[in-house]
Every structure is written in C-alpha cells, then in structure tokens.
C-alpha cells in the first residue's frame, strides 16, 4: 500500500522545535507517511512573496493535498497579507475544527469536564477582507455570507457530530440584528438539522451563547459559527480549557487539508529548548485521523495523555502543586515516545475506531429564484450634516424619475423624514430611491438616477441595488422606516 505524501512546514520562532518533536512522535508510533518540506512564513515574506509562500511550493501543497504545518511568523508592516487565511482560501479550507477538552486536575480550570469542539466557517464573513474608507469619517468591512458557504459548513459540523458520536450541535448568531446574513445562516442550520434526527440541534443569540460558554461550557457539545464568531470562541474555548498552547486544530476543504498549533510562533523563547509541543500534537492527531491512522493517533494520544497525568510537564504548565517534573521540549518528546503503548489511569483511555475516513461534504444546486429590481440604495457623502437639506434636494433632483426618495439614513438610522434632531450624523447617507405609485424600473432608470444626483454637484461614493427573491425582500429596512 503506498505511503501518504504530506506536505511539511517547519515555520517559524519555536516551529522548527515543536515540529521536530512531533515527528520524532508519528515516526516512533509507527506512523506511515512520506514528506516534502516547504519554507513558509518569515522568510518566504521577505524573499518578497507577499502572501508568505512561494508559487513552486502552492504546486507541492495541492499535489499532496495535506499541510502539516507549525506556526509562522508575519513581519510587521509592509501590508504582508495573513497566511492562514490566504491558505484557507486558496485551498478552499471551509471547516476550521478546534476540538477543546479539559486536561484536570493537571491543567488549572474552572471547567474540569469540558469536552467540545468547535466548527468554525473559514472562508466567509468579514474574513473576506473587503474594506473601504468612504468618506473622510466612515469606513467599511463588507460581510459576505453565502448560501453554499453556509450549507457546507452547517452540514460538515452534522456529519461531524454523526462519526464522533456527538449528541447535540448548536449554531451561535446575531440574527435578531444582521437578518439577512446572519439570518441565511440561521435558517439553513434549522433545515440541514431536520435531516439529523438523531442529533440535537439549539442556537443561541452569539452574545448569550458566548456568555454561556464561558459559564457553563460542559452544556455544549458541537458548535458552528459564522468565520468571526468562531475565531473568537475558539480561543476562548481553549483559553477555559486551561491554555491556547495546548490546541490544535485542522481545516479542511474538499480536497486540502491543514492542520496545525492554534498558538503563534512565540519568538521570544525560539531555541531555548523550553517549548511546549502539545498544541502541534493535537494538529498531528487529527492529520492521522484524517490520512486514514486512527490507531496511530490513540497511541500518540495516550501516551500524551499519561506523560501529562505522571507529572511531566514544560514550563508553560508547570506547577509545583501538580507536577512532578519540570522538562524542555526534548525530554517531554523523550517522555511521550516512552509512553507510547501505555494508557492513562487518571484520565480515560482514548480510542479512535478502526478505520477513518474524511468526511465529504456535497451542497446540490438549488433552483434560482425570480429576482426582481425593487429599487437603489445610493450612498452620499455630504459634509452639510442637516437631512432635511439633502432630502429636500434629492427630492427636487429625482423629479420626472419613475424613482423616489423614500428614507435617508445616517449609519443605519431614519434621518429623513421626520428624523428626531437628537440623532448624531456623520459624513456618510445611505438614500433610498424606490418605484413611485404604479412606475415599473430599469437598470437604465437607476443609471439615469444616478447622474441627476451627480449634475446636483452631490458625491456618490457607492450605490446598492434592491432586489427581491420570489417576491421576499432582498434588502434590510432602515431602523425607524
């Protein structure tokens, strides 16, 4: 049978250590791999690839399809784009899953039976880093949520729950706010549910559910966010369970996978033997899950396990009152490889079944649904913070337009008409044009619209058409319309 080929990256600050070490674990396990190493991160930067990785090694990543890889270090300034996140997007890396489950009594924590893992989209939301300053006071980060992104994520943290033996899932969102995309999320996270019976499903309001978590952990099971909900969780999670440094995690696509550290590459210890490997040990369980060495991985992980409960520990968890040694990277690596074979006593035995596969996820296309213009959105600056002037004007520019205004707002609130005068303005008007009375609209029609309002010697920085889907709106009102 031939060998996995996994793509390697030794990273930067402490990586080079930590990864050393965990391979010195697979191979003593008996895991089965072969490797090419790649240089990613710091220097990769400043050999001027931007992103922090060259074109030739993209090639040997998507040729083997897995990354292992141990965390990099971006230099400061220069607008060096995030690795991680070009990597995840490149490769189309969806699912971001962090599983977090309390190491006590060795590991200080307030929540000794925390056993969770969180389910992160890893492409979407304001990750998709489209940002512009619009005028001289007001920026924006666009929030992209799709269908499709939505769907797959939703049924991989499903699927997920089915293999591991999870009882429960629970989606976390802002939806009584964001109705639309936050809203989507939601609404496919109740449909994909339905086809798990067996597995219960709950959602919570992002805040409350945050706040629950950080209470009451043990009452979660798998959770599934939206990108920005979920990268802060995550940490959080890990941070409840006792430290980041002790979190792997993977991502995974629908053909590449990475798995990793969550912490960072910690340059301020680099080379000084004192690094704690158990972050990229988590990593590399779930790679052997995943390239189909399940046994490998309970081995690896038991014998972690009772490394931790026998009171050996690296700097980072150390405690005189708990531990019973003080060790640097090489002797905990020395002591894992020792224990490889043994099972933990204090802490149940791990086992992973026989065999294992990665999970597939497939979204069908759906039927597209009848889209209707409604109208335009046009995005003013404007200096002269009275809305009644603007509206009053716009109104005067639009006569004869099959288009009328019908509200201004002012960072989301109505201004006009009949604004409250209490209501703070800034520079930035969102203005609505829509059908008059029994008019009927074209693209043309919101075009000519357009150069009326700039002939009135007004700025447009940006226009949004409004459309409806099957006759439901495809837009949110403004507060107070």
């Known amino acids: 049978m031939t060998k996995p080929r996994i793509t390697v990256a030794y990273g930067d600050g402490i990586g080079p250590e930590i990864m050393t070490a965990v391979l010195k674990i697979m191979e003593a396990a008996g895991a089965e791999f072969e490797k090419d190493v790649i240089e990613i991160g710091e220097k990769a930067y400043l050999a001027g690839h931007t992103s922090g990785i060259a074109p030739k090694d993209w090639e040997t990543i998507a040729k083997n399809k897995v990354l292992f890889k141990a965390p990099i270090t971006t230099p400061q300034g220069g607008g060096y784009k995030s690795l991680n996140v070009s990597i995840r997007k490149t490769l189309g890396l969806f699912a971001n899953v962090r599983p977090v489950k309390a190491l006590h009594p060795y590991i200080p924590t307030h929540h000794p039976t925390i056993d969770t893992v969180i389910v992160r989209e890893n492409e979407e939301d304001l990750y998709a880093g489209i940002e512009h300053r619009q005028t001289p006071e007001v920026y924006q980060c666009l929030k992209l949520i799709t269908e499709p992104g939505s769907e797959k994520i939703i049924r991989y943290a499903f699927e997920f729950a089915k ?179 043994q099972k933990p006593e204090s802490f149940k035995e791990v086992t992973y079944p026989e065999e294992s596969k990665p999970i597939q996820i497939k979204v069908e296309k759906k039927p597209l649904p009848k889209k209707t213009l409604d109208g335009i959105d046009v995005f003013i600056c404007e200096e002269n913070r009275n809305p009644d002037d603007l509206g009053n004007k716009l109104r005067e520019l639009s006569e004869g337009s099959p288009l009328e205004l019908v509200i201004i707002t002012n960072r989301g609130v109505k201004v006009f008409p009949d604004g409250n005068p209490l209501t703070f303005c800034t520079d930035h008007w969102r203005c609505r044009f829509q059908p008059r009375q029994g008019s009927t609209i074209t693209a043309k029609d919101l075009i000519d619209l357009q150069g009326k309002i700039t002939d009135g010697s007004l700025e447009v920085i940006k226009t949004e058409n409004l459309y409806r889907f099957d006759g439901e709106l495809g837009y949110s009102l403004g507060q107070g319309q």
């Open 163 to 341: 293999s591991a033996g999870r009882k429960k899932v629970t989606c976390m969102i802002k939806d009584n706010i964001m109705k639309l995309t936050d809203g989507v999320f939601h609404k496919i996270f109740d449909e994909v549910a339905k086809e798990y019976p067996e597995i219960e499903a709950d959602h919570y309001i992002i805040d409350i559910g945050m706040a629950r978590f950080a209470n009451n952990p043990e009452i979660f099971d798998v959770v599934v966010l939206p990108n920005l909900y979920g990268d802060i969780l995550s940490d959080v999670a890990a941070e409840i369970m006792g430290s980041v440094g002790l979190a792997g995690s993977s991502n995974i696509g629908s053909e590449c996978a990475m798995f990793e550290a969550i912490h960072g590459s910690a340059p301020d210890i680099a080379g000084q033997n004192v690094a704690n490997p158990s972050g990229l040990i988590k990593g590399a369980l779930l790679m052997l899950g995943h390239i189909g060495q399940p046994k490998v991985a309970e081995k690896i992980e038991n014998a972690w396990l009772k490394t931790i409960e026998d009171g050996i520990h690296t700097s980072d968890i150390y405690s005189p009152e708990k531990s019973k040694k003080k060790v640097g990277t090489d002797e905990f690596t020395k002591a894992v490889i020792e224990r490889l074979g």
